[in-house]
């Protein structure tokens, strides 16, 4: 009996968590029948948890902005490790990363090279800004044989925007990259609360949470104003914003809250956790008022622990998002529309806990991580056999 060759896969991205957070899942799944390395610019120990047998690891530096001398050398590097490797497959996520690995594995002339989009940092640029970036993604598309997107919005976006062809573009499952740990994502009262105490938020008190990375394209400070608005006639509610600072948006959001002072002392910023299911337990209502997104997986991940959504009614969060069901759509910027939808739900106890049921089912029954893991493991089992 002839033993089966294992393939050999190579993932790229820009930085560790990139791989951790949306590829754990597949990359354990995809080295129980291939060789998977990992190429990003890090460190072994921050790939620990991902790297086996059959899982290794190689940096090369890409650095995130544009940088001619440093993406010449990051091509050539790439170059000679994909003609040393012979891999049968190229996978790439983030745009710098895209454009690199998509380049090099086409002069290398890899077989197959995929490429996962994530959402487009052009979507609400104007100007050259906007042209040179969609660009990246067009070179991207056009080098690779293969492109997924983590929406149906997304993927009729791309198209519309004339960045890749239908037929080159498809959407695994319902969507999302890696899907839900549905057995993580639940609630939890002891952790409902411990994180209202470590904050000193009432156990009475109404809470709308976001999470995530608090810059200017998440709308973060249209919320902290919609807040504001809805504090003066709500005093119970609470404000709670977690995940690291870009850009200095702290100052900003500080700028906003501090002329009222009861809203100050109702405004709570914890920085970046890895453990955002406990957050989302302690929260009534989640919030994400973001510019753009690919899919908004943080949105389901809320819906699997019981906590329906106010969004933006953008590309990306509409997938995530069932409207009038799981949460409600605002337009994206509009202030007062946020304030309405938070109004609502706020004083709303029975709509608030039919969404809440729909949520969790919605989560479990289309976006569980199982389901998006088998339809990756039939995807590469359709490519490479």
Not at 231 to 244: D, I
Not at 272 to 277: A, L, R, S, V
Not at 308 to 324: K, N, Q, T
Request: overall charge positive.
């Amino acid at each position: 009996m002839i033993k089966k060759t294992r393939k050999k896969i190579c993932i790229v991205a820009t930085i560790p968590f990139a791989l951790q957070a949306f590829m754990c899942v597949h990359i354990a799944m995809l080295s129980e029948q291939n060789e998977v390395t990992l190429i990003t610019n890090g460190s072994e120990r921050e790939l620990q948890t991902l790297l086996s047998e059959h899982v290794q690891f190689i940096n090369v530096n890409v650095a995130r902005k544009i940088s001619l001398f440093s993406d010449l050398h990051a091509l050539l590097n790439l170059y000679l490790i994909f003609r040393k490797n012979h891999f049968d497959v190229v996978h790439s996520l983030m745009p710098k990363t895209g454009l690199l690995a998509m380049l090099v594995a086409c002069m290398a002339r890899v077989p197959y090279r995929i490429h996962t989009f994530t959402g487009q940092v052009w979507a609400n640029k104007v100007g050259f800004s906007r042209w040179g970036l969609k660009t990246m993604d067009k070179i991207i598309a056009a080098c690779a044989t293969g492109l997924l997107a983590d929406s149906f919005s997304q993927r009729t976006f791309l198209i519309e925007q004339g960045i890749v062809p239908d037929q080159k573009i498809m959407v695994l499952g319902s969507g999302s990259v890696c899907g839900v740990d549905v057995d993580r994502f639940q609630f939890n009262s002891h952790a409902r609360k411990l994180r209202r105490a470590e904050s000193g938020i009432p156990d009475d008190a109404f809470v709308f949470l976001f999470l995530g990375r608090v810059n200017q394209d998440k709308g973060v400070q249209d919320l902290t104003q919609a807040f504001i608005n809805v504090n003066k006639r709500l005093p119970h509610t609470h404000l709670l914003v977690v995940g690291p600072d870009e850009s200095e948006m702290d100052r900003v959001l500080q700028k906003i809250v501090a002329p009222s002072f009861t809203s100050a002392s109702h405004f709570h910023r914890i920085g970046f956790t890895d453990k955002p299911e406990e957050y989302m337990s302690c929260a009534d209502v989640f919030c994400l008022p973001s510019y753009r997104e690919g899919f908004g997986s943080v949105i389901v991940e809320a819906a699997a622990v019981g906590v329906p959504a106010v969004a933006s009614r953008i590309y990306g969060l509409v997938d995530a998002v069932s409207h009038g069901e799981t949460g409600i759509l605002h337009e994206v910027k509009n202030i007062q529309q946020i304030e309405e939808a938070l109004l609502l739900l706020a004083t709303d106890k029975t709509l608030r806990s039919s969404m809440s049921r729909k949520a969790i089912q919605r989560a479990h029954t289309y976006f569980r991580q199982d389901i998006v893991i088998n339809e990756m493991r039939q995807y590469y089992h359709a490519l490479l056999n």
